[in-house]
């Protein structure tokens, strides 16, 4: 466990400094820093899906990972074209993978929250680029909690057949993490940049997607455990691939996203 979560610690410390500095380049306004760390994501996501499926790289991670790239650029000036372009892809790589459902399903599985990433990122809104850092603090916060807590706690299984080491006392721990961050964040942000962020909202939030992030993170253990595999792949000491680092933003971006369509039409109120 220690070797282990040293592993995990060094990670973070050298990833998360790049990811914020992407995100915050540019006196905080998202820009092509952004865009290509994105891109980057998906791209390794790509090839990581069909080596964890088929074994191989083929001309198939080249249409997922071009997929994703064309999305990260052009998703937010044209969101339609970018939908039309995944649902396009998904088909090609249903019927040159020989049908493979599991391989075509991950054109959406990689490019609707990427989408979604970057339409939190550019939509017209006060605080867009803040709301980017707050989902990522969650995520991060639900992960770290939940490793901690379930860790020195135990108990209960959340997900035995699934994912054995996952605890209800990681969730738990995940959720507390979430909202207590998230309570920093708000107060920060409403403190020093006026930011006018409803800490009722965000914190009653946070929960809800800590509970979706751990429900993303089960998810890809399912389909690792349906392929046989440990990890997506080994590029990251600790954690394993971008999929194994990412899997919990996978389910929680398009919800945000969501929120923030609903807030636009005016149906909901952030």
């Not at 998202?30 to 891109?39: D, H």
């Not at 605890?167 to 964040?185: H, K, N, P, R």
Request: with cysteine.
């Amino acid at each position: 466990m220690k070797s282990n979560l040293y592993l995990r610690v060094v990670s973070a410390v050298i990833l998360a400094p790049v990811v914020l500095a992407a995100i915050l380049y540019g006196d905080g306004d998202l820009g092509p820093t952004y865009n290509i760390l994105i891109a980057l994501m998906g791209a390794v996501m790509a090839w990581e899906w069909e080596k964890m499926i088929t074994g191989q790289t083929s001309p198939i991670a080249i249409i997922l990972a071009a997929t994703a790239v064309m999305v990260a650029f052009m998703g937010a000036d044209y969101p339609a074209t970018s939908l039309v372009m995944i649902l396009l892809s998904a088909l090609l790589v249903y019927f040159k993978s020989g049908k493979k459902i599991l391989l075509s399903f991950g054109t959406f599985y990689i490019c609707i929250p990427l989408m979604s990433m970057i339409y939190i990122g550019y939509i017209n809104f006060d605080y867009s680029s803040d709301i980017i850092l707050w989902l990522l603090f969650v995520v991060w916060a639900t992960d770290i909690g939940g490793y901690v807590f379930g860790k020195s706690i135990g108990g209960p299984k959340l997900a035995p057949k699934i994912s054995p080491k996952k605890t209800w006392a990681g969730l738990i721990g995940g959720v507390v993490s979430a909202c207590f961050v998230t309570y920093e964040f708000v107060s920060f942000m409403n403190l020093h940049y006026q930011s006018n962020m409803s800490m009722s909202f965000f914190v009653g939030s946070s929960a809800l997607l800590a509970v979706i992030s751990q429900a993303g993170d089960i998810f890809e253990s399912s389909i690792k455990r349906y392929l046989n595999v440990k990890d997506s792949s080994n590029l990251i000491p600790g954690h394993g691939g971008i999929f194994d680092r990412v899997d919990g933003l996978l389910f929680a971006a398009p919800v945000v996203a969501l929120f923030l369509l609903l807030n636009n039409l005016g149906i909901l109120a952030l």
